[in-house]
């Protein structure tokens, strides 16, 4: 069932066009991400969904009744800022029940509240201590339960992680949602790391330039992007001209390629195949796959990550397994073949649109 939906909604500043006719609905308990590079219009959108900003033209509905023109005290909305915004004289339990005691709450009932969220967060025996004594971790943990103490019917988290290391925010990202099913909040998340979006999401919302471009479960945006820009944009992908044969193969640099052409693109004379590293397949040189140079290979553990160039200047980028890339032997300089694992290019106009 539909709990948050935006319709229409745009923003300028100045001549700017932050947001551009944005429209979406938000399931009751999803997890959404907006994702998008600095600029695009993701946190411009978040604050219109908690009230800071009014848009100048559009509605926010919550359950079906127009909440656009409502301040943030009169929407149930929990924010947690990238800064944190903790305050810096009051305790971890302080900085929890804030919310609680502006609004007059029994201080007995915001002392099982704040216990209640100091186990749920994993900050118990840490109530006393003050922000300049915690961890980056521990700080965001305060400011995700400061946000969720008045029991808030839509979390807000505009890119809670990005002042943290790599590894911690990997590990807290997993944290984030663990809490936010626990207590069953719908959660709309912004941020422009990929890997984040993708790995905690029910759904990925990709902005550019104020737009909103593609609304999917992660493995479609990343398995089965819509525009160039969202196949660019997450992950890394090959984009190389070729030609539809038919309804299920694509000629490509020679080769016929197993592929879902759309309807709409069968009849053109070229289009963009966009083909994700990982489904290039490497091999001795053979008759019937595609021949290229390396132009280099960086190790990365698990995987090798091979750059080749063509004899038509084609240039293009394969993830192959460590053990197959040792098993090959190729140098830099070295010839090698490649193809395409069958099924899994993503075919796009010409021109990219």
Not at 98 to 118: D, M, N, Q, W, Y
Not at 231 to 256: H, K, Q, S, W, Y
Request: glycine content about 10%; proline content about 6%; hydrophobic content about 45%.
């Amino acid at each position: 069932m539909t709990q948050v939906a935006l319709d229409g909604i745009t923003k300028r500043f100045g001549a700017i066009t932050a947001v551009d006719r944005v429209s979406l609905s938000i399931a009751s308990g999803e997890f959404l991400c907006l994702l998008g590079a600095s600029g695009c219009g993701k946190t411009t959108l978040l604050r219109i969904l908690a009230g800071f900003t009014r848009p100048d033209a559009g509605a926010v509905l919550e359950n079906g009744r127009r909440v656009d023109t409502l301040p943030p005290n009169r929407r149930a909305v929990g924010f947690v800022f990238q800064s944190y915004a903790l305050f810096p004289t009051k305790t971890v339990a302080e900085n929890i029940g804030f919310g609680l005691a502006v609004r007059h709450r029994p201080k007995r009932e915001i002392a099982a509240r704040v216990a209640a969220l100091c186990d749920l967060v994993r900050l118990a025996g840490m109530e006393g201590r003050y922000p300049h004594e915690l961890s980056g971790g521990q700080q965001q943990r305060v400011a995700l339960a400061r946000a969720l103490a008045t029991e808030p019917s839509l979390l807000l988290l505009d890119e809670p992680l990005s002042a943290l290391d790599a590894k911690i925010r990997a590990h807290l990202r997993g944290e984030i949602r663990a809490v936010v099913d626990r207590l069953k909040v719908t959660t709309v998340y912004v941020t422009h790391d990929q890997e984040e979006a993708l790995s905690i999401a029910d759904r990925v919302a990709v902005m550019e330039a104020g737009k909103l471009l593609q609304v999917d479960p992660p493995l479609d945006i990343y398995l089965r992007p819509r525009e160039r820009f969202v196949a660019d944009f997450v992950g890394t992908t090959n984009a190389l001209p070729g030609r539809p044969i038919d309804g299920a193969r694509v000629e490509l640099c020679g080769m016929a390629v197993g592929a879902d052409v759309p309807a709409r693109l069968r009849e053109t004379a070229s289009v963009t195949v966009c083909i994700r590293p990982e489904h290039v397949l490497l091999s001795p040189p053979r008759a019937g796959a595609g021949r290229a140079k390396v132009a280099g290979a960086t190790f990365g553990g698990a995987m090798v990550r091979v750059r080749l160039a063509d004899a038509d200047g084609h240039e293009l980028i394969a993830d192959v397994p460590t053990h197959e890339w040792q098993a090959l032997g190729i140098a830099a300089g070295g010839e090698v073949g490649w193809s395409v694992r069958p099924g899994t290019p993503v075919l796009l106009p010409a021109d990219g649109s």
